[in-house]
């Protein structure tokens, strides 16, 4: 919260890039209640507790009903800095020495608030994110696939006009009935753009979705991407090519994408040898941030160091990030690994 002691990234954390993570999934109760007042909004939540007994989820679309609904209190600039904050705060403690964060343009726009005061504030937050957390940080805008593609193009289009700080769009929101292939032309503007292009895809939407977005949207990494273990064929093209796959599992718990975490495909995602790597998406509805995702998988699945580590280095190699920053965070990941071999040597 707002005047707490600044954290230093933890060093017996598993140093991690977060690459999902949509930056409204961030805002706990207190801070929904705390930017309710100052914007003189009244929720329909008695407090606090009843607000967070409702994040009890049927599928994805329960949870975007209220996702939406929140977003409500975020109005001024001053209001997307202060969330951006927070998670970077709780984020340092997890470990996340690099996040490349989604923000939903569209759903503020919705509201009557414009680009310059969301992405404003978001960006703000991140200019200073590695000098205040020791977090390297970039902003991906993700783009609504249950709204219109001519919206979503019409969004990027005043994104590039604007010089938005952003490295790439993504795409988000509601899934199934709505096909990747529907928002080519967004997404060959994006790369014409010189921007980065990710998607969601097989989180509830069959595999198809999958290669849609590999083979029509050109996708570089594959959010979610869990039901593509029911296509032999597209795990190992998956394989082949070393696709980064960003897996959420708390989340697609929560949203049941599966049933129990003990169900989850994350094991045998390993075992094919898919390019898979851990995250949080909406960290504050799904229960649990980067480290609470890490500690459920390595306790449910026992998980050993090599692991880990496998994980974290992924998740660096999969980063939209230089070179000489990648080669520093992989150092990190292996300096973790073998201190951790050594407190476990006889």
């Known amino acids: 919260m707002p005047g707490s002691p600044v954290p230093s990234p933890s060093s017996s954390r598993l140093p991690v890039a977060e690459l999902h993570l949509h930056i409204e999934g961030t805002l706990e109760p207190e801070l929904i209640f705390e930017l309710a007042e100052r914007n003189g909004i009244d929720l329909p939540y008695r407090d606090v507790e009843d607000l967070g007994a409702r994040y009890e989820f049927t599928d994805l679309q329960s949870f975007l009903d209220l996702y939406y609904a929140n977003m409500a ?89 604007m010089r938005a700080p952003i490295i790439g769009i993504g795409l988000d929101s509601a899934e199934v009935g709505y096909p990747p292939a529907k928002f080519a032309a967004v997404f060959d503007r994006a790369r014409a753009a010189g921007l980065e292009c990710v998607a969601h895809a097989g989180e509830e939407g069959p595999p198809s979705y999958i290669r849609e977005a590999l083979d029509v949207l050109q996708v570089a990494r594959i959010d979610h991407g869990i039901r593509a273990m029911e296509d032999p064929e597209l ?112």
């Open 73 to 161: 209190v975020l109005v001024t600039e001053d209001d997307f800095a202060a969330m951006t904050t927070a998670y970077l705060r709780r984020a340092a403690v997890a470990g996340v020495r690099h996040a490349e964060i989604f923000i939903d343009p569209q759903a503020h726009l919705a509201r009557g608030v414009d680009l310059s005061t969301s992405i404003g504030g978001v960006a703000r937050a991140l200019a200073t994110s590695l000098d205040d957390f020791g977090i390297s940080t970039s902003l991906i805008a993700a783009f609504l696939r249950d709204q219109p593609a001519d919206e979503a193009l019409s969004v990027l289009e005043d994104l590039i006009d």
């Open 235 to 346: 795990v190992r093209r998956l394989v082949d090519e070393q696709i980064p796959m960003t897996v959420c599992p708390l989340s697609n718990v929560r949203l049941r994408a599966v049933d129990v975490l003990a169900a989850h495909p994350l094991p045998r995602m390993l075992e094919a040898g898919l390019n898979v790597s851990i995250h949080s998406d909406d960290p504050s509805y799904f229960g649990g941030y980067l480290d609470d995702n890490l500690d459920r998988v390595t306790s449910t699945f026992d998980l050993d160091s090599p692991t880990l580590s496998r994980l974290a280095s992924n998740s660096v190699r999969s980063a939209f990030l230089p070179e000489p920053r990648k080669a520093e965070l992989l150092a990190e990941v292996e300096a973790w690994f073998k201190e951790r071999l050594a407190a476990t040597a006889p």
